[in-house]
């Protein structure tokens, strides 16, 4: 593999101090409760109105949407919702007769209480209200809670509120960035806890699920977002190059990758970047320039399986592939978060509208663990039951394994049942025999 384009920076490089300062934030939360929230809503979002939003509230901002916009957003819930039935109907619970007298199952079981945090400062992120309430909806999660940051006297822009409630949010909060997460997490305002916070956010966002993960469930620790496009002689440049860019707007740190196997490919790509980055309007040109002078790379591959290869070290959030044989590449791929065949779709799609969840592991996270999905809102718990006849191996086998690893009481509690089951019977348990 030759570099074409090397990055010069790393996503890993830019914590600086968030750590630190959202660590002092969830602690001045902590002991300030609803008070500490309010301050600091009214210093980093200079917002001072209602923090929960009245029905009243969300009827208004419903009334400012235009009836077009309002038609869009259905139609990506309707979609999004429509996938989301479909994961559900993949799980299926089970039972089944392992020995003669044990019986063992599983359940799904949502959990009691969602937080979803939608973004809402350079950009007025519809799109992740639809991914993060609805899936949780769908799942038939009880309760589900919503926070976003209010604009300076405006509160959450009409589109994303009219969003928050098509797609069944609860309760909604005015408020973002940490002290929104800790709400969310802490049953501030009315709310029950959350049992899992989901959606993406700022660095500072990510840091607050980070350090209250274990409290409380999150859907996984996000960085910048990252894109992927494996290209070879067959693709057009043109839309290659249109879709990097178009990923690289997210942010200054957020990176893309092409994988090629056409160094012409490869170098038109190159030539037309500046130019679709200079097209856009601020300050968009700002983070799409800054994200492809420090963090895109251009790799020039001699083979599909030296392209897929690479794509699976990277183990991409979003991996498209405009190359032949989409067949070939659904099969061989292994790590990505999700994955878009041919050049008919692309990654925005999948951002707003398409259906599959937007919601989706960075920074190489997609080698161990896949998307926002109906199950990440779900508990897969199991469940068994014995008669007194089957119960006598598992009480023989659990008493001697206790035993030998040093687990007295374990052994005890079969030992007793063996007695009391089959007080006429001797049992070889190890040090210690029951008998009658």
């Not at 990055?7 to 002092?24: G, I, L, P, S």
């Not at 002290?179 to 959350?194: D, E, N, R, Y």
């Not at 160094?263 to 038109?268: I, Y």
């Not at 161990?368 to 007194?388: C, D, E, I, N």
Request: net charge negative; with cysteine; aromatic share 6%.
């Amino acid at each position: 593999m030759i570099y074409l384009k090397k990055a010069v920076r790393t996503a890993e490089t830019e914590q600086d101090d968030v750590r630190r300062v959202v660590a002092q934030m969830l602690a001045r939360i902590a002991d300030g409760q609803e008070d500490a929230v309010r301050a600091y809503a009214k210093d980093l979002d200079r917002w001072t109105g209602d923090i929960v939003v009245t029905r009243e509230q969300r009827a208004a901002a419903a009334a400012q949407v235009p009836e077009r916009l309002k038609a869009d957003i259905r139609f990506a819930h309707d979609n999004i919702s429509r996938f989301a039935r479909a994961q559900r109907d993949t799980l299926s619970e089970c039972r089944i007769e392992i020995l003669p007298g044990l019986v063992a199952g599983q359940r799904h079981i949502p959990i009691s209480a969602a937080g979803c945090y939608v973004p809402g400062g350079r950009y007025s992120h519809i799109a992740s209200a639809i991914m993060t309430i609805t899936t949780a909806k769908v799942a038939g999660v009880p309760h589900i809670a919503a926070c976003s940051p209010p604009r300076p006297g405006i509160g959450i822009p009409p589109a994303i509120l009219y969003t928050m409630d098509l797609c069944g949010a609860d309760a909604i909060l005015s408020i973002g960035g940490v002290q929104g997460i800790a709400a969310m997490a802490g049953g501030l305002f009315g709310l029950p806890k959350s049992d899992i916070l989901v959606g993406p956010g700022n660095q500072y966002v990510a840091e607050a699920k980070r350090l209250l993960f274990g409290g409380v469930g999150i859907d996984m620790v996000a960085g910048p977002t990252d894109s992927m496009v494996i290209a070879d002689g067959s693709a057009d440049p043109d839309l290659v190059a249109a879709d990097l860019i178009g990923q690289a707007e997210h942010g200054y740190n957020s990176p893309v990758w092409l994988v090629t196997s056409d160094r012409n490919l490869a170098q038109r790509v190159l030539a037309l970047a500046p130019d679709l980055i200079a097209a856009l309007p601020e300050p968009n040109r700002q983070s799409a320039l800054s994200a492809w002078t420090d963090f895109a790379e251009v790799m020039l591959c001699s083979t599909p399986e030296e392209m897929a290869s690479v794509a699976d070290s990277y183990a991409p959030e979003h991996l498209h592939v405009q190359a032949a044989d989409l067949d070939w590449w659904l099969r061989r791929l292994k790590a990505y978060g999700s994955l878009f065949l041919g050049e008919e779709t692309t990654v925005a799609f999948g951002d707003k509208a398409a259906g599959p969840n937007h919601v989706l592991p960075t920074s190489g996270a997609a080698r161990y663990t896949g998307g926002l999905s109906v199950h990440k809102f779900m508990k897969t718990v199991t469940w068994q039951r014995a008669t007194r006849h089957g119960a006598r191996p598992l009480a023989e086998a659990t008493a001697r394994i206790s035993r030998l690893e040093g687990m007295e009481g374990h052994a005890r509690s079969a030992d007793i049942r063996l007695a009391k089951f089959f007080p006429d019977q001797v049992f070889d348990l190890g040090a210690t025999d029951v008998a009658s």
